[in-house]
């Protein structure tokens, strides 16, 4: 079976596709040169020996109206296939095209591991849509919200939550977001050395809120299998997001993906209370001295007052130092609270943020690569079903 189908007549597009996918997709291409594109199911099916692809590409060349049109006629005939357009289609023609049934849309001058990600993309949406009901009946409900957060800054919460979005990545490839709530000085962008051409404030638009297809248009998609959502460029920007906006933003998106993945501001705003609440895990984060141990004390027993705590907690003790002076039960007295994950103070790491690229992206041997994964694991599905009553263990370091 043809995995993917072009249906352009532009002889370039179509040599730089098969190259993308040779190099790293399974499945074959096959494409129908002509821009002017089949009726309907039936005679496109006549054309490929009655076989059904996942993925059909409208590609460049083709007349928009009838990219339209062929696209109207699929979504209502047989909705289960994933349609790409490869068009330089102008912003204003951008929803209309997602309501026309176009899932995703491809820039022509995209190189070949844009075009890689976008198709995998893709695939995994087809691959969602074909569930068994009693597979969506079992993976029914919202996908994990995962909120990092921390009283005080510079305890490595950014690093912690790329690290973590990365890790997630290559559990559910294409099925992992993480989005910076950091408004005024996020750091998410930087840590995974992206540009973004959207960011927060795009995706809180009414346009974005009503449709969960323009929403993620404004995502940016990142070379490891992940997106992301970065924070405003300018500080001002965050004046204009609003608690309720962000509460709008987290529920769509984990309807929409597995793993919704959040650096926050440090201390607690009001956008990060907005956020908590959306979270079904937290991640708690603190260095290894006693300013940052009894800021987080004293988070967590404001939190209990409040009774927004969320059940799944997770306290990850950051740039762990045996000669610091403290010991991990000297840190749990302190917080009053279990440590989770020690992850040890590391050059590796340090190097990796400053490069813009998680060291789980990449394969190194060291010890803070070690409790990362770690910490990433309590978030697969097969380990929290082995282990959702020991969520909390000792550490040593």
């Known amino acids: 079976m043809s995995r993917f189908v072009l249906l352009s007549p532009n002889g370039d597009f179509d040599q730089k596709l098969r190259a993308a996918v040779a190099h790293g997709l399974r499945g074959s291409v096959q494409t129908i ?60 023609f951008l929803l209309q095209a997602m309501r026309a049934g176009i899932r995703d849309i491809l820039s022509p001058q995209a190189d070949a591991a844009e075009i890689r990600v976008l198709l995998e993309r893709a695939c995994q949406s087809f691959a969602t849509r074909h569930r068994s009901p009693e597979t969506q009946q079992t993976e029914n409900g919202k996908g994990l919200v995962i909120g990092v957060f921390s009283p005080k800054g510079g305890v490595g919460k950014t690093t912690l939550a790329t690290n973590i979005a990365i890790g997630l990545g290559q559990i559910a490839p294409m099925s992992v977001v993480i989005v910076d709530l950091d408004l005024q000085f996020g750091d998410v962008a930087s840590g995974l050395y992206l540009n973004p051409e959207h960011t927060v404030t795009d995706a809180v638009t009414p346009a974005a809120a009503q449709d969960s297809l323009v929403l993620k248009a404004f995502l940016t998609v990142h070379p490891a299998g992940i997106y992301a959502l970065c924070a405003p460029p300018n500080p001002v920007d965050a004046d204009h ?38 979270c079904t895990d937290v991640v708690w984060v603190s260095a290894m001295d006693i300013p940052s141990l009894r800021g987080l004390r004293s988070g967590l027993e404001v939190l209990r007052q409040l009774d927004i705590m969320p059940e799944s907690r997770h306290v990850v003790l950051n740039m762990a130092d045996a000669k610091a002076g403290l010991n991990v039960q000297d840190v749990e007295s302190t917080i009053g609270a279990p440590v989770d994950v020690s992850v040890p103070r590391s050059r590796a790491v340090a190097l990796s943020t400053n490069r813009g690229i998680p060291v789980l992206q990449e394969s190194r041997k060291d010890p803070a690569v070690k409790s990362l994964r770690q910490l990433v694991e309590r978030f697969d599905p097969a380990w929290r079903a082995q282990a959702q009553r020991k969520l909390h263990r000792r550490v040593v370091i």
């Open 33 to 92: 040169a002509s821009d002017i594109l089949p009726a309907g199911p039936a005679e496109l099916f006549a054309l490929l020996n009655q076989e059904q692809p996942e993925v059909l590409i409208i590609g460049p060349d083709v007349p928009y109206e009838e990219a339209l049109r062929f696209a109207k006629v699929f979504d209502v005939q047989l909705p289960g296939l994933s349609l790409v357009l490869v068009s330089d289609v102008q912003p204003e």
């Open 241 to 278: 997001i609003t608690p309720d906006q962000t509460t709008r933003l987290l529920e769509q998106l984990a309807q929409e993906f597995q793993y919704v993945v959040l650096d926050t501001a440090p201390g607690m705003p009001e956008i990060g209370l907005a956020a908590m609440e959306q």
